[in-house]
């Protein structure tokens, strides 16, 4: 029963994970054009990608943090952590650069009949959000390692409404650049303070 209870847990926070996460299409499709849908998908699925790699190292990072907090090894495992978020950031911000400059090429080889027409303000966002993605996802995994999900319950469904709003409303004005914004007022306002407040809380208490 115990186990039952746990994995329900894991699969309810990844249930409202996937929604959060889905919240721009659905936003997308009723707020954009058709051309700046197939630009903002195409995009997205390229650093989907490119955050992929940096979801399996979390993934490969998991039993570690577990075995580090069991031994109660915080300043370690804080260490870690803060040298994971870093390397992270960079490789973000890095692989950003790197489709921006060699956009023409990438695009014309993914989507080759499209005038492929995406900002630079675009890809500022873009990278600024999945560098928060990198810092949220991390804290994240942490509090899994820790079987705390309470905070995740709270939170994400709470992102999802405010990401929404938000999308919906600067989308209008700003255009790919506003559902990008949402998305990153969303995570500002709820899980980027909250996850990394709540693992001080829970490693202060040991």
Known sequence: IAILRRSSGFFLFTLLSIVVLQTDYMVISQRLTPADIVQYTVTMKIFGLVFFIYTAILQALWPICAELRVKQQWKKLNKMIGVNILLGSLYVVGCTIFIYLFKEQIFSVIAKDIN??????????????????????????????????????????????????????????????????????????TVFWGLPLTYLIKANKG
């Open 116 to 189: 492929y027409q995406v900002s630079i303000l675009s890809f500022m966002l873009i990278g600024i959000y999945f560098c928060i993605r990198v810092w949220c996802d991390t804290y994240a995994m942490l509090l899994q390692s820790m079987n705390y999900l309470k905070i995740l319950w709270i939170l994400v469904p709470l992102q999802a409404i405010i990401g929404g709003i938000a999308q919906w409303y600067f989308s209008s004005t700003l255009g790919i650049s506003g559902v990008l914004l949402g998305l990153i007022i969303s995570f500002a306002l």
